[in-house]
Every structure is written in C-alpha cells, then in structure tokens.
C-alpha cells in the first residue's frame, strides 16, 4: 500500500548528522522522528523524564519484591514462632518501606507527568 506522506531531504555536514542523532537517541526517538517533531513544533521528551520513569520502574519492582518478602513472613508468623514481637517488628518495619517506596514513585511520577494543555 503507497504511502501518502511526503519526504524531505535536508543536507547537512558529518558533525550535523552525528549531533542529530545523537540528541534523538538520547530522546528514544529516530532521527526522522526527532527531526519531525522539531519542525512542526511537537514537545521533544526530555531525557531527565526517562531517567525518573526508570528510577519509578525500579522502584516498583523493590515493591513488588518487599510485598513478596511481607507475604512470606506472614506465613512464618501463621506458623508461630517462638518471638512473635520480633517478627511483628520485621513485618511493621517491611510496612513503612512500602509505604515510602509509593511515596517516592507518586513524587517522581508528579514531577515528570507532562501537563495536560
């Protein structure tokens, strides 16, 4: 199937071509991409923004890993140990992790999410 769009040829010099792309590649997008959304005024993502979607995916996955290790601990607990307090302690201070790893993640996820206009 043809395609309707139209192309452009623009020249430019090695230097040109290399910052180009490397500036595109720093924003994940492709050169033409990049190009496009410069000439028609579309907001290019900044790479700070990838960096803290990253440290929020990181953050989620020590999450998901706390909730895993809270989860085993209760089974230990249903078993009764001999310390209760000592494994309440652990469980409580598993608790308050969590609780500050969300924070974190809605903070960072606050400060990169694009407004809407």
Same mark, same amino acid.
């Given at each position: 199937? %043809? ?13 040109? /071509?290399?910052? #180009?792309?490397?500036?595109? *590649? ?6 033409? *991409? ?8 579309? %907001? #290019? %993502?900044? !790479? ?17 890993? &706390? ?5 085993? &601990? ?6 009764? %140990?001999?310390?209760? @307090?000592?494994?309440? /302690?652990?469980?409580?201070?598993? *608790?308050?992790?969590? @609780? ?7 903070? #960072?996820?606050? @400060?990169?999410? !694009?407004?809407?206009?």
């Amino acid at each position: 199937m %043809p395609s309707n769009r139209e192309r452009i040829t623009v020249y430019v010099n090695e230097d040109e /071509k290399a910052k #180009i792309e490397a500036t595109a *590649q720093d924003v994940k997008l492709s050169a033409s *991409q990049f190009l496009l959304n410069l000439g028609v005024g579309y %907001p #290019i %993502p900044s !790479p700070a923004d990838f960096a803290a979607w990253e440290s929020v995916r990181d953050l989620l996955k020590v999450n998901a890993d &706390l909730a895993r290790l809270g989860n085993l &601990l209760k089974l230990a607990v249903d078993e009764r %140990p001999e310390d209760d @307090a000592e494994f309440a /302690k652990l469980i409580d201070s598993i *608790q308050t992790t969590q @609780a500050d790893l969300k924070r974190c993640v809605l903070e #960072i996820r606050e @400060a990169v999410k !694009p407004s809407r206009k």
